[in-house]
């Protein structure tokens, strides 16, 4: 993980420079590992989790605990009905960038109806 923490922790520095706090408080953020781009390859609950919560704690350390705590971060990469619950049960996923499935009428009525 120790690449993707220094990959995140330049995103997010470079990201959200110059924003106050107030602005940053109403953004949401989205994950999606390089490797997981069009591949559809999704992240385990465990390495979503890690990575969410890695940048929750960048977002409260530069913006305080307030902010940082609650800014909504979502989890992008092949996220499928079949998915969907384990990722969303994780502390820090905040919910789902849905991509591919969302052009399929089944599966996105399925994540839209999901229910934890």
């Known amino acids: 993980m120790g690449a993707t ?3 995140v922790e330049r ?28 591949t559809g390859k999704t992240a385990t609950p465990r390495q979503a989790q890690e990575v969410h919560h ?13 902010v ?10 092949s996220v499928t009905p079949e998915t969907v619950k384990e990722l969303m049960a994780e502390e820090d996923v905040d919910g789902a960038l849905v991509g591919g499935a969302s052009l399929k009428v089944d599966s996105f009525v399925k994540l839209v109806r999901y229910q934890s």
């Open 5 to 7: 923490r220094e990959v």
């Open 11 to 38: 995103q997010i520095s470079k990201g959200f420079e110059g924003l106050s706090p107030e602005d940053a408080a109403k953004t949401v953020v989205a994950y999606e590992p390089v490797w997981a781009i069009g």
């Open 54 to 66: 890695h940048t929750r704690k960048l977002l409260s350390q530069k913006f305080g605990e307030a």
């Open 68 to 77: 940082g705590q609650g800014m909504r971060i979502l989890y992008g990469g």
